[in-house]
C-alpha cells in the first residue's frame, strides 16, 4: 500500500513539475521585430540563455536584420536605477546606457569591453554615437529600448555595408 502511494506522490509532483515548466516556458517574452527603416531592413529580437561575463549573469539578445550578414549580441545589464545594453556586432560594440537625463549611446565601459579601442574606430562614427547620446528622456521598458537598439545601431556604422547583405 506505501508503494502505490509513493508512486502516486512521485507521479503528481512530476506532473507539476511539468506543468510549471510549460508555464515558464510559456511566459517568455515574444520575439520583437519591426522594421529598421535603414538599409537592413526588418528586425527580429530573440531572448536567449542568460551569460556570465567578469563574473556577472547579463540577460542576453540576439538582433537580426532581415539584410544582415550576421546577428548582432546584446547584453542587458540591469541596475537598480536603469539598464545598460552592450551591442556587439562582428566589427564593433557599443553601449546604451539611461540615466537621469535619458536613453543614449556611448562608448562601452571598459568592465565589458570585449574589442580594442582601434578597432571599434575603424567602424564607429563618432558623430554618429555623439548625435545619439540621448535618444530619449526619462526611464523605458526593456522592449522599448531593444526596439530603438535595432532602428539606431545601424546609422552608428561608418559603413553600413560591413554588416549588411544587400549592395
Do not use: H, W
Not at 545598460?84 to 540615466?99: A, G, K, P, T
Not at 582601434?118 to 529600448?145: C, H, M, P, W
Request: charged share 15%; net charge neutral.
Amino acid at each position: 500500500m506505501k508503494r502505490v502511494n509513493l508512486f502516486s506522490a512521485l507521479a503528481l509532483t512530476m506532473m507539476l513539475f511539468v506543468g510549471l515548466g510549460s508555464v515558464i516556458a510559456n511566459s517568455a517574452p515574444e520575439a520583437i521585430s519591426g522594421n529598421s527603416q535603414t538599409l537592413l531592413g526588418t528586425y527580429q529580437i530573440t531572448e536567449l540563455e542568460p551569460e556570465t561575463i567578469k563574473k556577472e549573469t547579463l540577460r542576453k539578445f540576439q538582433l537580426t536584420y532581415e539584410n544582415g550578414n550576421a546577428p548582432i549580441i546584446i547584453y542587458l545589464n540591469e541596475r537598480s536605477k536603469c539598464n545598460d545594453f552592450i551591442v556587439r556586432s562582428n566589427v564593433m560594440e557599443v553601449q546604451y546606457v539611461c540615466n537621469k537625463q535619458g536613453f543614449g549611446a556611448t562608448t562601452v565601459n571598459s568592465k565589458f569591453s570585449l574589442y580594442p579601442e582601434q578597432t571599434n574606430n575603424l567602424f564607429l562614427s563618432t558623430e554618429a554615437l555623439s548625435y545619439q547620446s540621448r535618444i530619449t528622456d526619462g526611464e523605458i521598458s526593456v522592449e522599448k529600448a531593444l526596439g530603438l537598439i535595432a532602428c539606431y545601431y545601424p546609422s552608428l556604422l561608418k559603413n553600413m555595408q560591413n554588416i549588411a547583405t544587400v549592395n
